[in-house]
């Protein structure tokens, strides 16, 4: 008894095989299907899909990062950066960040072009940390905040005013010089991970008063983001909704001019994993469908033509085994 006894796919002879006109379109017609199939397939396999769980928050971190990238229509002088938590605690930020000179403008591109040479010196010297020269940064009539900053990781609020307004200060600014005008290019809670979105970028607010109070209320979320790797990653996204308050000029008022982000920590957690279909996966789905396919179009092919013949046999199946009948 030779090995081909345990054969489990046993061969229909050629001569009982029948093909035809209409079959062969049908195979054409399905190659076609199977191949559009095995394309998308191939396009779910190399998708990354990204899933998102809610946590209790369970880190015990201390600390937040806030990143920020800020331009406000004020000379760099006169500017201060505060962060006041809710224990109370007060944290004077100015020296933390580089507030660098420079001329405003409602688009990022315009602000990015060429710098007047006469301005070029001072604005190095300012992004290098190093003294500047107050009366060009007067003269160019902005002034650009960016760096990172670390907090308690409590409520707080992060405050943008002026000397002599809001804090205690030896320098009162000019009432004309006032105005927050400001243009957000990035304003971010810890690491930034791919496809991380941040309301406030790219957001600009002008106003015509000199004293106005834009006000940012904000809900962070902690989030851990894993990557396909198992890399992880402990950052935070959040939302945000803001108001702005105007006080008409010459009218008394204890309202504070500036820019303030009321932020408050969620004890809720987002965990962001990115996984991708595996290899061995890809190809069990691929020859379900495929196998699937010829079957199922293979039944309903023999169905429509059993409906059709009436249950009767084609006479022409068995005329070359008959053939060779005579012949033997």
């Known amino acids: 008894m030779g090995i081909a006894q345990f054969d ?9 095989q029948a093909r035809s006109e209409k079959g062969g379109l049908l195979t054409v017609l399905l190659s076609c299907f199977l191949l559009m199939l095995t394309l998308t397939e191939f396009s779910e396999y190399r998708k990354v899909h990204t ?9 015990i971190d201390t600390s937040i990062q806030i990143n920020m990238d800020l331009t406000i229509a004020m000379p760099c002088p006169v500017l201060l950066v505060h962060v006041y938590d809710a224990s109370g605690a007060q944290m004077p930020l100015t020296d933390n960040l580089r507030l660098v000179p420079a001329e405003f403008s409602v688009h990022r591109e315009d602000q990015q072009k060429a710098i007047n040479p006469k301005y ?18 007067a003269e160019m009539g902005a002034c650009r905040i960016l760096g990172s900053i ?14 002599g307004h809001g804090y205690h200060s ?49 809900s962070v979320v902690p989030t851990t983001y894993i990557n396909q790797d198992k890399d992880l990653l402990l950052t935070n996204q959040y939302a945000v909704t803001d108001s702005r308050k ?14 303030f982000f ?26 379900g469908i ?39």
């Open 51 to 59: 899933n998102y769980q809610f946590l209790v928050d369970n880190t």
């Open 170 to 218: 030896t320098v009162h600014t000019d009432h004309s010089v006032l105005n927050f005008t400001h243009r957000i290019d990035e304003f971010s809670f810890g690491k930034l991970y791919p496809n991380s979105v941040n309301p406030l970028d790219n957001s600009v607010e002008i106003t015509e008063s000199h004293f106005t109070a834009f006000q940012y209320f904000i």
């Open 8 to 16: 489990a796919f046993p061969k229909v002879d050629a001569d009982n």
């Open 120 to 137: 070029l010196q001072e604005v190095i010297n300012a992004a290098s940390g190093k003294e500047y020269d107050e009366g060009i940064a």
């Open 150 to 163: 670390y907090s308690s990781k409590i409520a707080a609020n992060l405050h943008i005013t002026s000397k």
């Open 262 to 287: 009321k932020y408050d920590i969620e004890p809720i957690s987002v965990q962001i994993s990115e996984t991708r279909q595996s290899f061995i996966h890809f190809l069990v789905r691929l020859c």
């Open 246 to 259: 105007t006080i008409p000029d010459g009218r008394p008022s204890n309202m504070v001019p500036g820019i």
């Open 290 to 328: 495929i196998g699937g396919s010829v079957v199922t179009v293979g039944f309903i092919y023999r169905s429509i033509k059993l409906a059709c013949t009436g249950g009767k046999e084609d006479p022409k199946l068995y005329t070359p085994t008959h053939s060779l009948m005579r012949n033997v």
